[in-house]
Nanobody, 119 residues
Framework: QLQASGGGLVQPGGSLRLSCAAP????????MSWVRQAPGKGFERVSS????????SYLDSVKGRFTISRDNAKNTLYLQMNSLKPEETAVYYC??????????????WGQGTLVTVSS
């Protein structure tokens, strides 16, 4: 199971760092994503990273503000979020790619961590 943490209440313009602990599989063999779901809306893939950490992708609206990273020695995925906006209030999930390499499907999801951006 994936265990996301680090969410909370932050003011607009503030920062948060999310973490996702990933026990139970060979973390270093799989790409990972952060996916969010805002209240009343669908899922939105925020960012992805390949197994080695050398390739990343971002939703256009978060480019330059969010940074995805991973520590394969610690089996942990991160998302540094800066200059947060109220519309980014959502439950943020970490998710494991279904297959090694780059993928758009997932087989394991974390329980989610709530990020609330509000003054």
């Amino acid at each position: 199971q994936l265990q996301a943490s680090g969410g909370g209440l932050v003011q607009p313009g503030g920062s948060l760092r999310l973490s996702c602990a990933a026990p139970g599989f060979t973390f270093s063999s799989y790409g990972m994503s952060w996916v969010r779901q805002a209240p009343g809306k669908g899922f939105e893939r925020v960012s992805s990273i390949n197994s080695g950490g050398g390739s990343t992708s971002y939703l256009d609206s978060v480019k330059g503000r969010f940074t995805i990273s991973r520590d394969n020695a610690k089996n942990t995925l991160y998302l540094q979020m800066n200059s947060l906006k109220p519309e980014e209030t959502a439950v943020y999930y970490c998710a494991k790619f279904l297959t090694p390499g780059w993928d758009t499907e997932y087989d394991y999801w974390g329980q989610g961590t709530l990020v609330t951006v509000s003054s």
